[in-house]
Nanobody, 123 residues
Framework: EVQLQASGGGLVQAGGSLRLSCAVSGFSSDVYGIGWFRQAPGKEREGVACISSRGDSEYYGDSAKGRFAITSDSAKNTVYLQMNSLKPEDTAVYYC????????????????WGQGTQVTVSS
């Protein structure tokens, strides 16, 4: 059974930082993509960042460029999203997901989803 466990969310003041983690287990191949998506109340889900399992490809959504960094630790099967200079508009539930066939920021291409972690940025 494929499982993705997202953690690291919390409450932070504007300008602060958080690091989200996504632990992956149960996937039979070592080639896949992991994406971070977020959804705020009343808004559509948005692609934040993604990375290939080998760490050789990564992409960022416009809102994340210059502030967020995605990395992977293959030994731990864990992907991290370092979020800096956080803004109130970054407040959302953040989900990690696994794409079994590639890597990108199109959410319907992802096959497995974690449970989400809440990020709240106060002004």
């Amino acid at each position: 059974e494929v499982q993705l466990q997202a953690s690291g969310g919390g409450l932070v003041q504007a300008g602060g930082s958080l690091r989200l983690s996504c632990a992956v287990s149960g996937f039979s191949s070592d080639v896949y993509g992991i994406g971070w998506f977020r959804q705020a109340p009343g808004k559509e889900r948005e692609g934040v960042a993604c990375i290939s399992s080998r760490g050789d490809s990564e992409y960022y959504g416009d809102s994340a460029k210059g502030r967020f960094a995605i990395t992977s630790d293959s030994a731990k099967n864990t992907v991290y999203l370092q979020m800096n200079s956080l803004k109130p508009e970054d407040t959302a539930v953040y989900y990690c997901a696994l794409d079994a066939t590639g890597v990108g920021l199109v959410d319907f291409e992802y096959d497995y989803w974690g449970q989400g972690t809440q990020v709240t940025v106060s002004s």
